[in-house]
């Protein structure tokens, strides 16, 4: 997809990502080709690191530590498989999201301070995809870099792999161990693409559609600007003229609200079903992560993936969250941007009353708010955020409190 015009790198690293995991959009058939290779490698990749892991599971059932830490990643790998999934059966209205982003948002005309407005969105996505990116890729690097740091020191046939395979194999024995290794590596890498890029891309998109709401409110704040400088002459005339203009302009206002809450509501069918699975799979997973850090008896190397895992998980829920409530948000302030017009300086005449009459449309209309919830149970704010963190340190709590009843009986 072409980006002229719009020069951002969370752009760039977005699709860059996007195109590793084949969920982007081709420009001709070579694309088209590449595209779905790496979306059936990616599928490929999901489905065999689910089947380790289930053997896994099943291997060491009756080890509980083990048995949890095995869930905490069959979680992470169903969230994964749940995200390509819905994107996969929505990629039309995914694909029409990106092109109306690309000509309506990224090269569209704006002037000095609406600008400045998308200066502000392009610098918050550079913020969000640094840091989902480090956050991913610092999860993915736990994973690789235990079981170096275990094997130090270790004779060859006691060495351990990222992952157990359990297979009749002399899998710890060179070179049959670095070609696994290098197998894990590879698949751990594309399931961990799709473990953040996806989230990263929802964040982009929330926040450039917050950008356009407050472009919206700032276009809305000045359309009276000139009665307000006329309020005390007496060209009745020129009055009259500006008021039919600016009618004329509230309706192009309203057109574009209407156009932002369509894009909203084909938002919100594309990703209500991934928002729920996030919000649902991280709450389990903080609780699980957490209390293997600070409860379970867990080998120091497991710890170090729990604490790097959990952080990347807690500031990814932290990113997603954050992006959504500020669409919540600048979609409700378009009744206060509206109200605040100079439209008590404009006469009652029939453009004057036209004009009134339709921004109390506007106003009324922007109090149902445009926002992405979770499979329509309720919206995904910081709110949300906040709650599944309480409810996780209530966990912890009440787990602690059972812990030293159990010892001092």
């Given at each position: 997809?072409?980006?002229?015009?719009?020069?951002?790198?969370?752009?760039?690293?977005?699709?860059?990502?996007?195109?590793?995991?084949?969920?982007?959009?081709?420009?001709?058939?070579?694309?088209?080709?590449?595209?779905?290779?790496?979306?059936?490698?990616?599928?490929?990749?999901?489905?065999?690191?689910?089947?380790?892991?289930?053997?896994?599971?099943?291997?060491?059932?009756?080890?509980?530590?083990?048995?949890?830490?095995?869930?905490?990643?069959?979680?992470?790998?169903?969230?994964?498989?749940?995200?390509?999934?819905?994107?996969?059966?929505?990629?039309?209205?995914?694909?029409?999201?990106?092109?109306?982003?690309?000509?309506?948002?990224?090269?569209?005309?704006?002037?000095?301070?609406?600008?400045?407005?998308?200066?502000?969105?392009?610098?918050?996505?550079?913020?969000?995809?640094?840091?989902?990116?480090?956050?991913?890729?610092?999860?993915?690097?736990?994973?690789?870099?235990?079981p170096v740091i275990a094997n130090a020191g270790k004779n060859e046939s006691a060495r351990i792999l990222p992952f157990n395979m359990w297979l009749n194999l002399p899998l710890s024995i060179s070179p049959y161990y670095e070609m696994t290794f290098v197998v894990q590596a590879v698949t751990l890498y594309q399931v961990g693409l799709c473990y953040f890029c996806l989230d990263n891309i929802l964040c982009i998109l929330c926040v450039h559609v917050s950008g356009q709401f407050r472009i919206l409110q700032y276009r809305l704040t000045?359309?009276?600007?000139?009665?307000?400088?006329?309020?005390?002459?007496?060209?009745?005339?020129?009055?009259?003229?500006?008021?039919?203009?600016?009618?004329?302009?509230?309706?192009?206002?309203?057109?574009?609200?209407?156009?932002?809450?369509?894009?909203?509501?084909?938002?919100?069918?594309?990703?209500?079903?991934?928002?729920?699975?996030?919000?649902?799979?991280?709450?389990?997973?903080?609780?699980?992560?957490?209390?293997?850090?600070?409860?379970?008896?867990?080998?120091?190397?497991?710890?170090?993936?729990?604490?790097?895992?959990?952080?990347?998980?807690?500031?990814?829920?932290?990113?997603?969250?954050?992006?959504?409530?500020?669409?919540?948000?600048?979609?409700?302030?378009?009744?206060?941007?509206?109200?605040?017009?100079?439209?008590?300086?404009?006469?009652?005449?029939?453009?004057?009353?036209?004009?009134?009459?339709?921004?109390?449309?506007?106003?009324?209309?922007?109090?149902?708010?445009?926002?992405?919830?979770?499979?329509?149970?309720?919206?995904?704010?910081?709110?949300?955020?906040?709650?599944?963190?309480?409810?996780?340190?209530?966990?912890?709590?009440?787990?602690?409190?059972?812990?030293?009843?159990?010892?001092?009986?």
């Amino acid at each position: 997809m072409a980006t002229e015009g719009y020069s951002d790198i969370s752009i760039r690293i977005s699709t860059t990502f996007m195109k590793g995991i084949g969920l982007w959009l081709a420009g001709d058939t070579t694309e088209e080709r590449r595209r779905k290779i790496m979306l059936r490698y990616t599928l490929f990749s999901i489905i065999l690191a689910s089947v380790v892991e289930v053997r896994d599971m099943y291997f060491s059932w009756g080890d509980w530590g083990a048995v949890l830490y095995i869930a905490c990643s069959i979680l992470s790998l169903l969230m994964i498989f749940i995200k390509v999934f819905v994107l996969t059966i929505h990629k039309v209205e995914f694909i029409e999201l990106i092109l109306y982003m690309q000509e309506d948002f990224w090269n569209a005309s704006y002037n000095f301070r609406e600008k400045e407005i998308l200066d502000d969105v392009r610098k918050i996505c550079i913020v969000f995809t640094f840091f989902v990116t480090l956050a991913g890729h610092c999860s993915i690097a736990g994973y690789l870099i235990t079981p170096v740091i275990a094997n130090a020191g270790k004779n060859e046939s006691a060495r351990i792999l990222p992952f157990n395979m359990w297979l009749n194999l002399p899998l710890s024995i060179s070179p049959y161990y670095e070609m696994t290794f290098v197998v894990q590596a590879v698949t751990l890498y594309q399931v961990g693409l799709c473990y953040f890029c996806l989230d990263n891309i929802l964040c982009i998109l929330c926040v450039h559609v917050s950008g356009q709401f407050r472009i919206l409110q700032y276009r809305l704040t000045k359309l009276c600007a000139q009665q307000e400088e006329m309020k005390d002459q007496n060209a009745n005339t020129d009055v009259a003229y500006y008021t039919s203009t600016s009618y004329a302009k509230l309706k192009v206002y309203i057109r574009q609200h209407q156009k932002l809450i369509a894009y909203c509501a084909k938002l919100e069918n594309v990703f209500t079903m991934i928002a729920l699975a996030q919000v649902l799979i991280f709450s389990i997973i903080i609780c699980l992560f957490g209390y293997q850090i600070f409860m379970a008896n867990s080998s120091f190397m497991r710890r170090c993936i729990f604490i790097t895992t959990i952080c990347g998980s807690v500031f990814m829920l932290l990113m997603f969250t954050y992006s959504c409530n500020g669409l919540t948000e600048q979609s409700d302030n378009v009744g206060i941007a509206a109200y605040s017009a100079s439209w008590t300086f404009l006469p009652m005449n029939k453009f004057g009353r036209m004009f009134r009459s339709d921004l109390m449309l506007v106003i009324l209309r922007s109090r149902k708010v445009c926002c992405v919830t979770a499979n329509g149970f309720f919206p995904v704010s910081l709110e949300t955020y906040t709650k599944i963190l309480s409810t996780a340190l209530s966990y912890y709590t009440l787990l602690r409190q059972n812990m030293e009843d159990a010892t001092g009986s």
